[in-house]
């Protein structure tokens, strides 16, 4: 099990997703991905694709305007 | 057997005949139905309204879809790439000096007022780090956009393929109405 880490800071929508969804096809089953955003959106769209393309939210919290979550790639 | 068993046999038989022919039928609509592709027909060229329907195809790529963007009227002047006026008719010329050239020309569908209210769009755009058209579509490129330009507009504006980005796909309304019968979603844009 690997442990990835993404900076999306400063980019805005679709453009956090499109980086996580590239990021994760070269990823594992299993391995873990930590995200930092601050688009406005990040905390909505997060759920949403994950409940879309299958792949699993272990945290999300939020500080200050920074929103850190935790992604398990479970396909 | 009497005369009631025949007829409820034959009717057995009827409903089992149905049947067979209903989940022929089934099977076959499944397979033309893709539960998985997402066309977008694009027939404005602009800023705004291409940025909404990239945008789009970009999200719904990373949620699994295959996605096409079909290009026509104003959409196809976000494809090209520069423009040629040799072996073009004088209203052809005019037609293209007039045509912005690439997605950095594009306009905003509203305020665009000579230019001014699409500069300050611009300025806006690049305060909130969002990313530009071009920057945009090149982005939906890579992941495996499928773009398509309309032949008969082209045709009408007098463009030719050389004019055009590389790596899309040309056709007509049959080639788009293909991709729509098998799409679960259709954006017109």
Redesign the interface.
Known sequence: MKQEFLDCK??????P??E???RMKGMNVGDILTVEADDMAFSADIRA?CE??GQKIIELSCEGTVKKVVLEKTK | MTNNDVTSTNKIMQLAERVDVLEKEVKNLNERLNKNKFTILLMSGDLDKALVAFIVAAGAITMGYQVTVYCTYWGLNLLKRKTIFKDTTILEKMAKVMMPKGPDQASLSRMHMFGMGTKFFKVLMKKNHVVTLADLIETTRMLGVKLYACEMTMGIMGMSRDELIENIEYGGVETYLKEVVGSEINFIV
Request: with cysteine; hydrophobic share 55%.
């Open positions: 400063g980019m805005r929508c679709p453009m997703i499109v996580i969804f590239k694709w879309q393309a």
